[in-house]
């Protein structure tokens, strides 16, 4: 009887084993990522070649920009910097031709007086029109404070769906 109480108790209370895993004892790539707890991986454990682009990201991939320095006189202006370096303007025609290196027609854009430097930039303003000679281009007319033409630095940023 004695015997038979000590196995029923033995096997009712079970036996039990802990083990203590370390990460050198897990074999590569043997657990599952829905098997992970979160916010546990850093930028080290993860290939970020593999991540796909965030959504909200992806507007950033398709936005462009140029500084334009347009001094008073004859054909002059110049990029001063852009968001990709193969963007360029011509002056032609009362207008400055900003060329981008992808399809910008159908995008929204925008364009302000300023200076390409630091200082107050003069009164007046900046209009912009898709260009009818490229789908690239974006023509950027500066005007002053009564509306007339002037040539004048300007900011113009475009932004494509």
């Avoid at 390409?116 to 690239?136: E, I, L, R, V």
Wanted: hydrophobic share 40%; proline share 4%; aromatic share 4%.
């Amino acid at each position: 009887m004695v015997v038979s109480v000590i196995a029923l108790v033995a096997a009712l209370a079970g036996t039990a084993y802990a083990a203590k895993i370390n990460g050198g004892s897990i074999v590569r790539q043997s657990i599952g990522g829905g098997k992970l707890k979160k916010n546990t991986l850093s930028g080290f454990q993860i290939k970020t070649s593999k991540l796909g682009t965030v959504p909200a990201a992806k507007r950033a991939t398709h936005t462009y920009w140029a500084v334009v320095n347009n001094p008073g006189g004859g054909s002059n202006a110049s990029l001063v910097r852009s968001s990709d370096a193969r963007t360029s303007v011509l002056e032609s025609g009362g207008a400055v031709v900003v060329t981008f290196p992808a399809v910008v027609s159908g995008c929204a854009n925008v364009a302000g007086k300023n200076n390409s430097a630091t200082g107050n930039p003069p009164a007046g303003f900046a209009q912009t029109n898709s260009s009818p000679t490229s789908a690239s281009s974006i023509e950027v007319r500066t005007r002053d404070d009564t509306g007339a033409n002037v040539d004048g630095d300007f900011h113009l940023i475009v932004i494509c769906p």
